[in-house]
Every structure is written in structure tokens, then in C-alpha cells.
């Protein structure tokens, strides 16, 4: 039997939401405005392709990075109703 511990990860826990910060038809405007937004100091930035297949749009989000930004625990019983 092999009695070595194996070590289980933290548990996943999510950052900040992401934020539309603008939409365009082209990746090449949105791009633009990535790597204007990406100068920002504790900023993340991406560009995603949404919309329907028809109607296709490129949308810039942004976060803050989520190192940078610590929540507080949240209690879940806070408003649990007493009998």
C-alpha cells in the first residue's frame, strides 16, 4: 500500500465579473481599444466574439485583476430567517 499524501488544490474560487466595456463589428477596433485599455495598471482586458451568427460583434471586457481586488467572505446564514 503506498501511504504518501497527495495534496488536494484549493478550492476554485472566481474573481471579479467581467464588464462590456465597449462592442464593434471589427476584431481590428476592438483590438485598438484592448491595447489602449491593457495600459491601465491592475486592469484585465479581453476581446470576445458575440451575437448571433448573423449579426456578429466584437466586445471588449475588462475586470479588475483579481489578485489585486480582495473580497470580503460572505455569510450565507446572514439572512436566514429565525423560527
Partial sequence: MNT????T???HQDGPAWKV???FST????DMRRTKLSKEKDLQVKVRL???Q???Y???KTRTDPEVVQRPPTDKN???KKK
Fill in 4 to 7: 504518501e499524501k497527495i495534496e
Fill in 50 to 52: 458575440l451575437g448571433p
Fill in 21 to 23: 466595456d465597449a462592442r
Fill in 78 to 80: 446572514k439572512n436566514r
Fill in 27 to 30: 476584431f481590428e477596433e476592438a
Fill in 54 to 56: 448573423s449579426k456578429p
Fill in 58 to 60: 466584437f466586445a471588449v
Fill in 9 to 11: 488544490p484549493p478550492p
